[in-house]
């Protein structure tokens, strides 16, 4: 991608367009309209669509200052430019600068596009964050039994939508809402900074997520997701700061990101208990590779622990954690219901963990006490071969539920090299059933080892989903100096 270099002239564009003003003022021309000029700036990037039109926030009154809200601009520009849906789309760029802005919906056949030194902070003002209903698969909010506030960048019913940028910042000022969840004074669930639900042909790619007050990138009841190039950071402390979170999606790919958090750095979810039986939207055909993730208190990859919806066809490769409390961790419950099958995970490189394989069937949470305890999960077909990890504490903590084991497990060509320090026994297995194959140190014995000639039987498709066929485009952004919006 190559940028070109924005010229640093802000009274000198303040002037002209004042005389663009009195020009349009003679004429006696009225309404929003713009003018072709000489390009002030051009540059390309990378999206699954391109766009016939094009705007700044700064033609909306946008201020960068880091002091001035810019809620109202962010949504004025996306419906201004909504209107050209239909005729090839609309893309608004935000310019070098530190916009403050509260929550914002987005529209279809759109792309927001920040410049690499334009930073999107989330305001502290509460009354500029829309409350939504709790999302049906969960019956309540996360943080509270009431609903939630809407995400920073948010969108529902979209199609064909883009969130990226020159590696530009949204940067959620997380330190105010993680202070309020901890006294407990939300009424509402925290935001997250980037939410789509009931949308199709979304793509978040090439941004810097920092210090979310919640999760960070939520898609829920979503298709066609592609999630790349990300990096996120929060403290390690921080409460609930998941990375990316597909929730009842299918057909999702994520690639080529880095996350440091406070909670997993990619949890796969669909639902809640009794909310998401009854919902009934699997997450699935889901893609992740080359991730690097640091969270020393919890997973790189996370199976739930919301998964009564079902997972399932999860291919995770090329994946690398540091000081990480777990490779994989599948977590779910009694009165979970739902299924975690088909999952298949290789090529992990581990360094400094607590455990490299997880699996809880006694987790804790429940949305209320009117789940049914008698709705057992179905955990099966758990693929995971080619790992190399060191100084780990203990191999693995296999715990399925009683009456309901976790059956065909299959992990193979792993070398686990214990810290000084490590637990007696690396494995601890209970109600769990499958196979190994070339693992060290030596599992428990409800896997047998196979022998080195099973060391390829774990399972990983060797067919590309079709979110793989996605084949991204070269885009230009230009934008005229003439560019004028008079409002009515």
């Not at 709790?134 to 199609?159: K, Q």
Request: proline residues 5%; aromatic residues 8%.
């Amino acid at each position: 991608m190559e940028l070109a270099r924005m010229i640093p002239m802000r009274i000198q564009v303040t002037r002209i367009a004042t005389l663009l003003v009195l020009v349009a003022l003679i004429l006696g021309q009225k309404g929003a309209e713009a003018r072709k000029g000489r390009i002030l700036e051009s540059f390309e990037y990378i999206a699954m669509s391109c766009r016939a039109h094009s705007a700044s926030i700064t033609d909306f009154g946008g201020i960068g200052d880091g002091k001035t809200s810019n809620t109202k601009a962010f949504q004025d520009a996306v419906n201004h430019l909504s209107q050209y849906a239909n005729d090839g789309g609309a893309q608004l760029y935000v310019p070098a600068g530190q916009w403050l802005t509260g929550s914002f919906s987005l529209t279809s056949h759109f792309t927001l596009y920040l410049h690499k030194d334009a930073v999107l902070l989330a305001s502290q003002d509460m009354s500029e964050w829309p409350v939504l209903k709790a999302l049906p698969s969960y019956g309540r909010g996360r943080d509270a039994a009431g609903g939630r506030f809407a995400s920073l960048i948010f969108g529902t019913n979209l199609t064909d939508v883009v969130v990226t940028g020159a590696n530009g910042t949204i940067d959620g000022q997380g330190a105010f809402w993680w202070q309020n969840f901890h006294k407990g004074k939300l009424k509402y669930t925290r935001p997250y900074l980037i939410e789509f639900m009931y949308s199709d042909n979304i793509q978040i790619s090439n941004l810097t997520l920092l210090n979310s007050p919640s999760w960070n990138v939520h898609p829920v009841y979503s298709s066609n997701i592609l999630v790349q190039g990300i990096t996120i950071i929060a403290p390690i402390t921080s409460p609930n700061t998941d990375g990316i979170n597909p929730d009842s999606c299918t057909n999702v790919r994520i690639e080529d990101s880095y996350i440091v958090s406070g909670d997993d750095c990619i949890a796969v979810k669909s639902g809640w208990d009794e909310y998401g039986i009854s919902f009934g939207m699997p997450t699935k055909q889901l893609v992740i590779r080359r991730l690097t993730c640091i969270s020393p208190y919890s997973a790189a990859i996370a199976l739930g622990s919301e998964m009564s919806g079902g997972i399932e066809d999860v291919r995770a490769e090329d994946i690398t954690a540091l000081h990480t409390e777990s490779g994989v961790r599948i977590k779910t419950a009694r009165g979970r219901g739902g299924f975690v099958k088909d999952i298949y995970v290789k090529g992990m490189t581990l360094h400094t963990m607590k455990w490299v394989f997880w699996m809880t069937g006694n987790y804790k949470a429940h949305a209320d006490n009117h789940y049914d305890p008698n709705a057992l999960p179905v955990i099966q077909g758990i693929n995971y071969r080619d790992i190399m990890a060191d100084n780990v504490s203990m191999a693995a903590r296999l715990e399925g539920i009683e009456g309901d084991p976790f059956t065909q497990i299959c992990i193979s060509n792993v070398t686990i090299g214990m810290a000084a320090k490590a637990k007696k026994v690396p494995w601890t297995c209970t109600d769990v059933e499958g196979i190994t194959s070339g693992v060290s140190p030596r599992p428990c014995d409800q896997l047998p080892d196979q022998g080195p000639e099973k060391i390829t039987a774990c399972d990983f498709p060797a067919e590309p989903l079709s979110i793989d066929r996605v084949v991204l485009k070269s885009c230009t952004y230009r934008m005229k100096y003439m560019r004028l919006i008079v409002a009515k």
